[in-house]
């Protein structure tokens, strides 16, 4: 048994499908490892000399090569060299064609193609960054969803996560003593607004937290007031705005990002679902 693990991830693409997988199998060993990602390997001679630095290292190959013809070439010279390659996709693509009746087109890096929704999902990223936490009001019309939410309700997290999908998201900050600007009331009905709140209690135990380094507003007697007038103030202003009011104080961001995109018909098209 060798005391360490080197694997080559291998693709004709930019091999990041290939080196996660090895990642995170990798990782369920407790022994020394070795990742190598070969990237763009499009012609006999890459492979070839892939395979013979496999051999000499001792690595396995795991690969997702869609061309058949190059696919094979690997297969077949791994066995002459006595290297262990696995094919990542072979295994799938079998199963869809088996069930569909189809075959697969076998064009290389589709999950990288450059079209209209991967541009649109890095719009949606930018827009986010720029718009968090009431940043740039000034062009906060131009969201597809404005999120609110008191400290330690995860507006930016969830933000990212919808952005992540093509959802650009502007998200505001309530604290105790904030007024709607204008620039977001204008807005009500016409864009989706979501307010987030949490469980009394697990804010008050998050502000007492804070409150060791931070002292109380000077007209709050208690950290129980202090989270009382948060809330009334929150509550107060997701009713006159009509928000959706979501409680996140179980709930994941994928759960959240999940109700708010099927509340509002927003486009997520990536779905999760967790045992617990």
């Excluded at 763009?40 to 890459?46: A, G, L, N, P």
């Excluded at 190959?61 to 061309?67: E, G, L, N, Q």
């Excluded at 589709?110 to 000034?138: C, M, P, S, W």
């Amino acid at each position: 048994m060798s005391p360490k693990l080197h694997i080559y991830a291998v693709s004709d693409s930019v091999g990041e499908t290939a080196e996660k997988i090895a990642v995170a199998s990798v990782l369920q060993f407790n022994v020394e490892r070795n990742i190598t990602r070969f990237s763009r390997v499009t012609r006999e001679e890459q492979v070839l000399q892939i395979v013979e630095k496999a051999k000499a290292n001792d690595a396995i190959i795991v690969y997702t090569i869609v061309k058949p013809a190059l696919s094979e070439y690997l297969d077949r010279l791994s066995e002459e060299r006595g290297v262990v390659a696995i094919n990542a996709m072979q295994p799938l693509f079998d199963a869809i064609q088996a069930k569909t009746g189809l075959r697969p087109s076998y064009i290389t890096g589709l999950t990288h193609k450059l079209d209209d929704q991967y541009f649109n999902r890095v719009k949606a990223i930018e827009y986010t960054i720029d718009h968090d936490d009431g940043q740039n009001l000034d062009t906060i019309h131009e969201a597809d969803l404005i999120i609110l939410g008191m400290p330690s309700t995860s507006k930016t997290p969830l933000a990212m996560q919808l952005a992540n999908v093509g959802i650009k998201v502007a998200n505001f900050p309530i604290k105790l003593d904030t007024e709607i600007p204008s620039q977001i009331a204008e807005l009500k009905g016409k864009i989706p607004m979501v307010g987030l709140t949490i469980d009394i209690d697990t804010l008050t135990e998050l502000r007492k937290q804070r409150l060791r380094s931070f002292e109380l507003p000077g007209n709050i007697s208690s950290v129980d007031e202090l989270v009382a007038e948060e809330l009334d103030n929150a509550y107060r202003i997701y009713a006159k705005l009509k928000c959706l009011v979501i409680d996140v104080t179980t709930d994941d961001i994928e759960e959240v990002a999940s109700t708010i995109t099927h509340k509002f018909n927003l486009p997520l098209r990536v779905s999760h679902y967790r045992f617990r």
